[in-house]
Nanobody, 124 residues
Framework: QVQLVESGGGLVQPGGSLRLSCVAS????????MGWYRQAPGKQRELVAA??????????NYAGFVKGRFTISRDNAKNTVYLQMNSLKPEDTAVYYC???????????????WGQGTQGTVSS
């Protein structure tokens, strides 16, 4: 089947940076888009950023709270999406999840694949 594996979380000081990675593997025919969501205690999971994976398009969508601090990018050849997070604030503390909109080798489209999550903590 399909697996999404996140990495790059950790503990950083306010103003610091984290670079998250998510690698998709399995019986994948095509990835249409990948994105990052986050969930803090007591809050619903929310979109952080998403990006299309087409070789002919380069469309990225960001949540308003990013305010130019985060950048999403991709490496289609490696089925990998990245989230570069700079100027981090304590309120950015959350579990960050990777999501994929993809087509399996069987031709079935799936949009409900999620990674296990990686914890990002911003604290002095």
């Amino acid at each position: 089947q399909v697996q999404l594996v996140e990495s790059g979380g950790g503990l950083v000081q306010p103003g610091g940076s984290l670079r998250l990675s998510c690698v998709a593997s399995g019986n994948i025919l095509r990835i249409n888009a990948m994105g990052w969501y986050r969930q803090a205690p007591g809050k619903q999971r929310e979109l952080v950023a998403a990006i299309t994976n087409s070789s002919t398009t380069n469309y990225a969508n960001y949540a308003g709270f990013v305010k130019g601090r985060f950048t999403i990018s991709r490496d289609n050849a490696k089925n990998t999406v990245y989230l570069q997070m700079n100027s981090l604030k304590p309120e950015d503390t959350a579990v960050y999840y990777c999501n994929a909109d993809l087509v399996l080798v069987t031709g079935v489209r799936r949009r409900d694949y999620w990674g296990q999550g990686t914890q990002g903590t911003v604290s002095s």
